[in-house]
């Protein structure tokens, strides 16, 4: 296996774990507006997430630094290509971070309100535009010779990619519910539980459509399986979820994020980007690499700090890890 292959791989696994982590807690802070009553629920429902979003979204830095080195064409063709898209994502990323940090800066209603609303649609949008982005990616889009992308933002909007961003807005949302019943405790707990099972059968029709369409045009047996494990891993979560068994609904709900973004990935192998202009102008894993140096180089660094940060993110969850309800928030 040569270098780019295993930075393609480590590249996946990058946004695998980003969305596995990243997922729950925008399905929290968009049910901070839906399963949420008043401000002590709202309250819980942040707290699930607090110690922990900060370090998630980690993950997405990485992969973004990662591919800038490993794939710069790659990385100079999404970026640009994608700049709208990508620039409003950053901008709720940021605004949502903001939100966490000073919603209880002041004791005033409409302060709290206002931040409210930031957290649901930055959680929201991002939850829709990510699958916006990777349906765009695997179906392919308008690159030419030159490695550049030659469409608008409007051609971004088509029917696959459109259908992935559904796929991963309800999926992330019941992810984050399943989150929320394994994080809580009393009433909330069971009202998670409750709209987890509506999301995830919303969840399972839309994703079954995405997967069976993504299978056919672009699959092979390799992504055949990861589609079979999703769904069988959708389905059991949806189970595990019913009979009150949480931390099993919460691993297999993970399974299925897991095995549907691999799927994508194992479907774009070996291309990067495909062209829809021309397949010989797609980027691929060996013209749109790095050299072989700068490769080894990052190898060498990947293998020694990526145990250190799986170690401190891991304890971090495991410091955290009780369950709280409304009687732990102040009144």
């Known amino acids: ?54 370090g998630n979204e980690v993950w ?16 100079a063709t999404l970026f640009s290509g994608f700049y709208l898209a990508l620039l409003l994502i950053l901008v709720c990323l940021i605004i949502r971070g903001v939100a966490f940090e000073y919603r209880a800066k002041r004791d005033d209603a409409q302060w709290k309100r206002n931040w409210d609303h930031a957290i649901f649609w930055c959680s929201l949008l991002p939850a829709f535009l990510w699958g916006v982005a990777f ?4 179906h392919g889009t308008k690159i030419d010779a030159h490695m550049e992308y030659v469409g608008s933002f409007w051609d971004l909007l088509n029917a696959y990619s459109i259908l992935g961003g559904v796929v991963t807005l309800t999926l992330f949302t019941f ?52 589609m ?20 099993w609904a919460f691993i297999l709900s993970g399974v299925t994020v897991v095995a549907a973004v691999a799927m994508l990935f194992l479907s ?24 072989s140096y700068t490769l080894g180089i990052m190898t060498w660094v990947a293998g020694f700090m990526t145990p250190v940060v799986l170690v401190y993110q891991g304890w971090t969850y495991w410091v955290f890890r009780r369950r709280i309800g409304v009687q732990n928030m102040p009144a």
Do not use: C
Request: no cysteine.
């Open 1 to 54: 296996m040569h270098l780019h292959d295993v930075w393609f791989v480590l590249i996946a696994v990058l946004w695998i774990g980003y969305f596995f982590l990243e997922g729950f807690d925008f399905g929290v802070g968009i049910l901070t507006r839906i399963l949420a009553r008043d401000e002590r629920e709202r309250r819980v429902l942040i707290n699930t997430i607090g110690p922990v979003w900060d």
């Open 135 to 138: 349906g765009n990616i695997v």
């Open 228 to 247: 079979v494990v999703a769904v069988l891993a959708l389905v059991g979560a949806i189970g595990m979820n019913q009979i009150g068994r949480e931390g």
């Open 268 to 291: 774009l192998f070996p291309d990067v980007m495909p062209s829809s202009l021309n397949p010989a102008w797609s980027l691929t894993v060996s013209n749109a690499s790095a050299s």
């Open 175 to 226: 992810h984050g519910a399943v989150f929320t019943a394994l994080k809580t405790n009393g009433e909330i707990r069971e009202r998670a539980r409750a709209l987890a099972l509506k999301a995830g059968v919303v969840t399972a029709l839309a994703a079954l459509a995405f997967l069976i369409w993504t299978q056919l045009h672009h699959g092979d047996s390799w992504s055949f399986a990861a």
């Open 60 to 75: 997405l830095l990485t992969a973004g630094g990662a591919t800038f080195a490993a794939f710069p064409d790659w990385y």
